[in-house]
């Protein structure tokens, strides 16, 4: 299924899919589904490749890599750049939804297993952030670059400009102007979102995040997607986690960093998601409102993935399978 036809089916309020696992501030209650169980509590043989979303052919790009020796940088690179290019997808990359103004701007960031970081935001014209970062991570001394500098600097590196506001795009951003108010219609425009985690058969881990931000944004809004710890994070001791949807709350709870430190701790990737998602929802009384979700993994092979709403999912390609499963939930009601 086409993600966001998966993401309209399984639309924010519906109910059922899982029995859930509530996770309030620390607290636990274990009872998954049996579909979560089968998944989540065994680790994966390596390599390993897994994404937000409904997106075999990220998956499958990424753990082509890996499968031929490469590593999981590269990999996390490949894939991330598959829905980069897919213009369909009106999240990421070519064909994103634009800011108020009409601009397309990309945030986009990446992480190595030797714990570098780079990262680009507000980025015009060019397809591929995520190869951008990467080029902050290895050829400059810095490792976040914004706007017309990171743009002059991807020119400099090779890449083409190229207009990113595709015709489909161009006309939903004509028809929102009508009546111009800022309701993201939350877990179906503005989900799509990729994040990626990648392990190679040595258990290296990296991992990657690019989006083009929420649809109709301020001009110069900028999300969790490129910050380091917020919507990626990886600590090739532990592991790695990273976030999609309402980027604002997943920056003010650090909600990646949290979720490797909470596996630091011992926690399996399944328990830290969801203590990551319990903090959130503490913190908002209007939880219902807006979705975030987070995939996890650890040095093990084990993945976690889990959310505010029902809608979200996960991709994972090990063991020669490529799938996608449906997250488990916090708010059943
Ligand atoms: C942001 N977290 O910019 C991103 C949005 C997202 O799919 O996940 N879009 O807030």
Redesign the pocket.
């Known amino acids: 299924m086409k993600r966001r036809n998966f993401i309209q089916n399984t639309a924010l309020g519906s109910l059922g899919v899982v029995a859930g696992t509530k996770a309030i501030a620390g607290t636990h209650e274990q009872a998954k589904s049996s579909s979560a169980e089968s998944q989540l509590d065994k680790p994966y043989k390596l390599p390993l490749v897994i994404a937000t979303w409904n997106v075999p052919n990220a998956t499958e790009a990424a753990y082509e890599v890996l499968k031929n020796g490469g590593s999981s940088l590269d990999a996390v690179e490949q894939g991330c750049r598959v829905e980069e290019a897919n213009a369909e997808g009106q999240?990421v990359g070519i064909g994103g939804l634009p800011d108020r103004d009409g601009n397309v701007t990309l945030?986009a960031c990446i992480m190595n297993p030797q714990g570098d970081y780079g990262a680009v935001v507000y980025l015009q014209n060019i397809k591929h952030p995520i190869s951008v970062a990467r080029k902050v991570m290895e050829e400059t001394p810095h490792v976040l670059m914004a706007g017309s500098g990171a743009e002059k600097f991807a020119v400099s590196q090779g890449f083409p400009r190229e207009n990113l506001l595709t015709e489909a795009s161009e006309k939903a951003w004509k028809q929102w102007l009508v009546e111009a108010q800022y309701k993201p219609i939350i877990n179906i425009e503005?989900?799509?979102?990729i994040g990626m985690l990648t392990i190679d058969k040595n258990g290296d881990i990296a991992g990657g995040c690019t989006?083009s931000?929420?649809a109709y944004k301020m001009a110069g809004r900028v999300?969790?997607?490129p910050i380091i710890g917020s919507?990626l994070f990886i600590d090739n001791e532990i592991g790695g986690a990273t976030?999609?949807?309402?980027?604002e709350e997943?920056l003010k709870t650090v909600g990646s960093f949290l979720i490797v430190e909470l596996m630091r701790q011992g926690r399996s990737p399944q328990q830290a998601c969801e203590e990551a998602i319990g903090r959130i929802v503490s913190k908002n009384k209007n939880y219902k409102d807006f979705q975030v979700g987070y995939i996890a993994v650890n040095k093990k092979g084990e993945v976690g993935y889990y959310s505010i709403h029902e809608g979200f999912s996960a991709t994972c390609y090990a063991e020669g399978k490529n799938e996608n499963f449906p997250s488990d939930f916090f708010n059943k009601s």
Do not use: E, M
């Open positions: 999240s945030d503005n989900h799509d979102t989006t931000g929420l999300g969790d997607s919507g976030a999609t949807g309402l980027g997943v």
